[in-house]
């Protein structure tokens, strides 16, 4: 029943229910790969380890903090190694690099969620324009106006008001992920920086993280 009156609905709505449908399914993908990717990501984080890593660097002892960030599948460990392998030349670009890189991960897709918000819309003024256009065409004609005209009506309201539902559909989840960003990115940068002052911290104790060497340890 409730089928029927979605296909019924579907088909009043006029040729232009069609790109407006894969824009929805378009939206509903994205917005599903999105969602699994954070999904991922919070599997993936390790606190305790994390923490068992920072006072591990703080003490120095950079061949525990280098066996348990490397391989890990924690993104803040997997970080802390990228830049303990980089040491010798500069720790934080290379942590800085690698952050920037999950950042790009974390905001895939997101330019296809914003362009169907403003998409959506205006496929439903399209819907609109067109089905006004096929009302006037009938004006004339006295015997076929009234019915051709509600009809026209019909077909730009149903063509509007799904236009809006899929950009409320988006704009939703869309500034979810962008608040998800920024909090990964603030998070990632306050890693960085407590990673710095940890090894500036173990070097004035005399462990100095250069003349470490991760090949060696692994040995």
Same mark, same amino acid.
């Not at 990632?188 to 060696?216: M, Y």
């Given at each position: 029943?409730?089928?029927? /009156?979605?296909?019924?609905? %579907? ?21 599903? =790969? &999105? ?6 990501? &919070? ?23 280098? +066996? ?29 690099? #690698? ?13 296809? /969620?914003?362009?169907? /918000? ?22 004339? =004609? ?5 019915? +051709? ?18 950009? /409320? ?6 500034? %979810? %992920?962008?608040? &998800? ?6 998070? *990632? ?7 710095? *002052? ?9 462990? #100095? ?6 090949? +060696?340890?692994? &040995?």
């Amino acid at each position: 029943m409730i089928a029927n /009156i979605v296909i019924e609905t %579907f088909i009043e709505g006029g040729w232009v229910m069609w790109p407006i449908l894969a824009t929805f399914l378009l939206a509903l993908c994205a917005i599903l =790969d &999105r969602v699994f990717w954070w999904m991922q990501l &919070r599997a993936s984080l390790r606190p305790a380890e994390q923490e068992e890593v920072r006072e591990a660097v703080g003490t120095g002892d950079f061949a525990k903090a280098w +066996k348990l960030a490397d391989g890990s599948a924690d993104p803040y460990l997997r970080n802390l190694a990228e830049g303990i392998s980089h040491a010798r030349t500069s720790m934080l670009a290379a942590m800085q690099l #690698d952050a920037m890189r999950l950042i790009e991960k974390s905001e895939a897709r997101m330019w296809v /969620i914003s362009t169907l /918000i403003t998409q959506a819309p205006l496929l439903g003024l399209l819907g609109t324009v067109v089905g006004i256009m096929g009302s006037f065409s009938f004006v004339g =004609d006295e015997s076929l106006a009234p019915s +051709k005209v509600s009809g026209g009506i019909a077909e730009a309201l149903i063509a509007t008001a799904c236009g809006i539902a899929i950009a /409320i559909l988006c704009l939703l989840p869309y500034n %979810f %992920f962008r608040k &998800r960003v920024s909090s990964l990115r603030g998070s *990632l940068e306050r890693w960085i920086n407590h990673s710095e *002052l940890l090894v500036k911290s173990a070097k004035e104790h005399g462990h #100095d993280l250069e003349n470490f060497s991760p090949n +060696k340890s692994t &040995r």
